[in-house]
């Protein structure tokens, strides 16, 4: 086993239990911390996939932003019972286990028998296409050519498209929690 | 062996189905934007796994993957805030965040 597998395997386990802590929690404030635990781990597996740019947003805006949002809401929520019995289950709880263990076994079974996914080997060098553009040395830069290159191949329209949602959303999220 | 696009689908299939449990079984609203969050998170980790065991030549230099799992961050920001927004005025208006009394437009 080498390292790279080894680090998976921590990282993978610390993920599984931080997201079943999440779900299983009475207290909903102990969900939250846990819920933070599993965005940073998060990111130890996007670098584990040469990804640093998504590791790095992954921090600032889960681990940073959603989860100083979750607390706030959370704050300014507050039930009278919060250490008993804050974040209870509901009625539906026994239909949705079998539900997703239904997925879960779904999923695997069909990943398990891809021939395309069996046999899929990593490219540990991404770079080196012969494009019109030199490829560049580090994955920010690359990212950053991809969605705003005028010349290259870039996703330029999704990305303004994306900022269009995104003051929408600021829009609506202003309007909606305005007091009257 | 090392590491195997396997590895990384089948993490992401757990986590997915462990935040829909927590989107299907849970009362408070906040824990279930938190049971979407933990799917947004596991289809994230599935996109840039894709993305990182890509081998077709011309398509493989285009990341898609992590652009896809970057587009899918901005949105999940977006959906949080309105959702807490949301949740934030419910509570004003009727002093509860629990899904099963928030039945006003229900037939």
Redesign the interface.
Known sequence: M?L??LI?WII?FV??GS??L??IQRN?VH??LA?IL??AM?SG??L????E??AI??IL??AG??AV??L???M??R?SNIQVN????????W???P???L??AG??FA??ISPL??T????LV????K?VCA?PPNNVI??GE??YSPTC?S?VL?FEI?SV??L???M???V??R?D | MGLTLNHFLVLGALLFCIGLYGALAKRNAIAVLMGIEIMLNAVNITMVGFSFFNQVRPYSTFLTGQIFAIFIITVAAAEAAVALAMIIAIYRRRSTVDVGEIDMMKW
Do not use: H, M, W
Not at chain 1, 48 to 51: D, E, K, S, T
Not at chain 1, 120 to 123: K, L, M
Not at chain 1, 126 to 129: E, K, R
């Open positions: 080498d790279a597998t998976f993978a993920l599984v997201a079943l999440v779900v909903i969900s939250a819920l599993f965005f998060a597996i996007y584990l996939l040469n990804a740019f998504i947003v992954q805006i889960y932003a959603v949002l979750i706030f809401a959370l300014l929520t039930t804050s974040n209870p289950n509901g009625k539906l709880r239909l949705a286990l539900i997703c263990a997925v879960a999923i695997i990943t398990s996914v069996t899929a080997t990593s490219n991404p770079y080196g296409g494009g490829i690359y990212i991809l969605l191949y996703y999704p994306a949602v995104l929408v959303a600021i609506g999220a202003i909606i929690g007091e």
